[in-house]
């Protein structure tokens, strides 16, 4: 699902909301009633483009592990986006492209999707002359869900399970070093940084409320193969499944 305002995205409209799931041909209805009913009633506006589509998964999905969570708890936005760096560079994101990558976000706002941050390049790239990349394909069972979030003492929120399901699927590919984001909602401060070294890093205030300035940003250890990469990222079904460490 994607949602804009003033236009549909191509014609230069507000991006309002997005979303994907994956059903069994009987829950279609409720999926699609929930995507409608996420894009219909959004912090960021009401939308006067709507588009909603649905395709056949024919291929196996692949099963992956949730990445392991972790909340830090910052006082202003001005620690969390030092956090935010500090984690990045565990995460093995050089200094220079954190730096880089920094001043490029400004430039990159507005996007219904992620930008992919070159780190061997030190530059943004546009695959196939892309603004952004949506990746799809990606769900994970509210049951299995909820289990894991008692479990971990973690929120029961659709936008936590929503954006550790993204980051599992993005932060599992091996072309991946990390992920930095916050959401373009103007009621939501948290964002994470995410990577398969440090897993889903939370930091509870990477804005100001009422910012309707939003991040997405892949970084990427060289472009080598990066046709395989952004197919994986749109098409490549993935679903979460979580079990109990003994
Ligand atoms: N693929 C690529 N980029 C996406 C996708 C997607 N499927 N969905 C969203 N984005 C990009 C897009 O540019 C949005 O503007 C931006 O990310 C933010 O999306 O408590 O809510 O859905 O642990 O607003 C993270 C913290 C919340 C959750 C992130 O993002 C928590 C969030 P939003
Ligand atoms: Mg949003």
Redesign the pocket.
Known sequence: MRASQNGSHELGGKHI??GEQIATYENLQSSINDLLEKALN?A?GKPDFLQIQFDLINQPMQILKPLPIVTNQVESQNEGLRVARDLLSKAGVPLKAIKEAFLQIERIDGNSGAILFDILSNQCVFPHGKKSIRVSRMDWSTSDFKQWASYYNAPLSHRLKEALVLATKVNRHQVTVAELCW???PDYTTGYVASEKIGYQRITKLKEIGDEH?CRIFFINGINDLETYVDYLESQPVFIEWTMEK
């Open positions: 909301s997005g959004h960021r959401s373009d909602d939003g």
